[in-house]
């Protein structure tokens, strides 16, 4: 057994050097064992992890992540584009089932039972951050903007989400959060086959509104690529962020 702390730094060090991420895995669960002797901070623990995971990449790392993330705060309504259905039968059922059906779909859909802020504070890292442009929930006026989606639509608009994300991170400035948008989790589909009955305007303007959100947070690929960059330099650089987009081309025209 290693006898202080900072042997144990000083070997794992060594040994990430060209780790795999599996084994690097490993390393980090031994540290947080180490670290759990003392008081292991979950909000913090990319900073607490600081002299193990400063000089990997966050590719390196498997990321502790929850699926549906935003479905702990759904409304009864249905949201347009469920299930690939056409803008007709989308309409209808989004202004029925706040009457008819809307509790049990909420409930099928819902996997999460922490807001985001539990989430980020319980260590998780990485956001399955489903989206749709559609009309607001429990109302049949037409008053569109980007809501969460998992059968019925997110209560309140992503962005108002993402504005507590922001907070969060100012307040953890060493923590670093993945957030992957698509609508129902496909990798592959594209512009309106990803978004139904949304135009690239349409989407470029919610990038563009994510980007005044996190504004420096957000990883700049011009920087370099992410599987290049070590997170001690992300630090530096006060990058906090980093946005997977489905749709990439159109959605955030390839920046």
Known sequence: LLATKSQFLAVTDTLRLGMEPAR???LLLLELA???SGDLDLSRWMEQLE??????TILDLSMPGSHDTMTYDLS????EGYE?????VSKILHSLTPLVAGSFIRQQGQTQGLDVISQLDAGIRFLDFRIMRTDGPNTAHSHKDWYNLHGCQSKSPALDYLNKVHAWLQAHPKEIVVIWASRHGNTEATGTDQYPNTTPDERQQFFDAVTSIFGSMMHNATQGRINETLISTLW??????IWYASDYVESTASS
């Open 76 to 79: 009864t309504s249905t949201s």
């Open 51 to 56: 002299p193990v995971v400063g000089n990997a």
């Open 24 to 26: 690097l895995c490993v």
């Open 236 to 241: 530096k650089r006060g990058t906090q962020v």
């Open 34 to 36: 180490w670290t759990s």
């Open 84 to 88: 690939g259905m056409g803008p007709v």
